[in-house]
């Protein structure tokens, strides 16, 4: 990996623009667990029902349940040295933005600051009904699904759910960012979620360099990427910091 390791550095040295793409990979050292794959959330709890807005209005009792516990578990982690990596590479004026798939707000604790989230957050519930927020305060909610403040309809929270669009000014900011990059820095995500997956696919094509840091190879590693650069995120991103 140490070619691969020095290639990503001068890469990014050399950039007018880099940014980075990251997905439940880079937050699986920081204690969350994956949504897909082996161990992963969905293959207990079934998106249709757990993670889609049509199984929250079927059963917002349950659905509600489920998250609520889930954020209170996870409530106690901290960003793992791949977030205070990308952090460091904004700060050093080496990162432009972390576009990401993640809800856990990890990014803006280590200190990123131009974050793009695809899916929103936990940090806010939205009303359903006349569109209201509110920041979440895991302290003083229950296990009832939470009612507005404004006009008492249900409140969801603030991430995107399936059946739901992404916002489109995040999706508009990360293909203008995908178009005008020099390098891409893949990190913890697979290529099978779209529209996240396509950000390296179109600044591949308009000739960025594309630096994949992942456990394992994805269908990433054969299509686009130029510098693979293979073990946990949290030792490989300071790695790559230093030589930079």
């Not at 049509?54 to 977030?83: I, M």
């Not at 073990?231 to 300071?238: D, I, K």
Request: glycine residues 8%.
């Amino acid at each position: 990996m140490s070619d691969a390791l020095h290639r990503a550095a001068e890469a990014i040295r050399g950039a007018r623009c880099a940014i980075a793409l990251t997905g439940a990979g880079i937050s699986v050292e920081s204690g969350i667990p994956p949504f897909r794959g082996k161990g992963g959330l969905w293959l207990k709890y079934p998106p249709e029902e757990y993670a889609s807005i049509d199984g929250y209005l079927r059963n917002p009792g349950k659905v509600w349940r489920f998250w609520l516990e889930l954020a209170q578990t996870l409530g106690g982690c901290r960003p793992s040295p791949a977030h205070y990596a990308l952090a460091e590479l904004e700060s050093a004026g080496r990162l432009e933005a972390v576009i990401t798939q993640n809800v856990d707000r990890l990014h803006q604790e280590a200190g990123s600051n131009n974050v793009i989230e695809f899916h929103g957050n936990f940090s806010r519930l939205a009303c359903l009904d006349c569109g209201a927020t509110r920041p979440t305060d895991l302290e003083h909610l229950d296990e009832r699904p939470p009612r507005c403040h404004v006009c008492s309809g249900l409140m969801k929270p603030g991430f995107v759910m399936f059946g739901e669009m992404i916002p489109t000014d995040a999706l508009i900011e990360a293909d203008r960012l995908a178009q005008v990059c020099d390098v891409v820095l893949v990190v913890g995500t697979s290529a099978n979620v779209f529209p996240a997956a396509s950000v390296p696919i179109t600044a591949k094509r308009h000739r960025a360099f594309i630096i994949e840091s992942n456990i394992e190879p994805t269908e990433f590693t054969e299509s686009v990427t130029d510098a693979f650069l293979e073990g946990p995120a949290g030792e490989v991103l300071p790695r790559l910091v230093e030589l930079v």
